[in-house]
């Protein structure tokens, strides 16, 4: 029979110090994303099959590539988020770690690729 006190029963499922704030930068990402989403899929759409030249000259003007910007710069914040909050709740150990460093490595990498396209398109 094993007596456990609280403060052993509690140990390592402690506070992370950091899930109020987590929580509200993935509401207020959620929250910019509902209206960006729309925006972007009306804007993407109406050049979508169009030609080259076209979709160029339509993505110069700032509208467009400003919505573009924004959601892929918002989207791959909250996919960092989330991501992580995956890993946080799945994987436990050194591994834990390494995969948040590479999935915080990917997103930022893959958000800056995504931005450096679109305004190498609109300027």
């Known amino acids: 029979m094993a007596f456990l006190t609280d403060r052993k029963r509690a140990e390592g499922l402690g506070s992370a110090k950091t899930g109020t704030d987590h929580h ?3 509401m207020v990402t959620s929250v910019a994303l509902v209206g960006l989403i729309p925006l972007f899929i009306f804007t993407f759409g109406a050049v979508l099959g169009s030609p080259y030249e076209e979709v160029i000259a339509y993505y110069q003007r700032p509208f467009p590539a400003i919505i573009a ?4 710069l918002v989207g791959f914040v909250h996919f960092r988020k989330g991501v992580q909050t995956l890993i946080e709740d799945y994987v436990h150990g050194f591994a834990r770690k390494a995969l948040i ?4 490595c990917l997103s930022y990498s893959a958000a800056a690729i995504a931005i450096f396209a ?3 398109i609109a300027l």
């Open 24 to 26: 509200w930068h993935m």
């Open 69 to 72: 910007a924004l959601t892929m």
């Open 101 to 104: 460093i590479a999935m915080i």
């Open 118 to 120: 679109i305004v190498r």
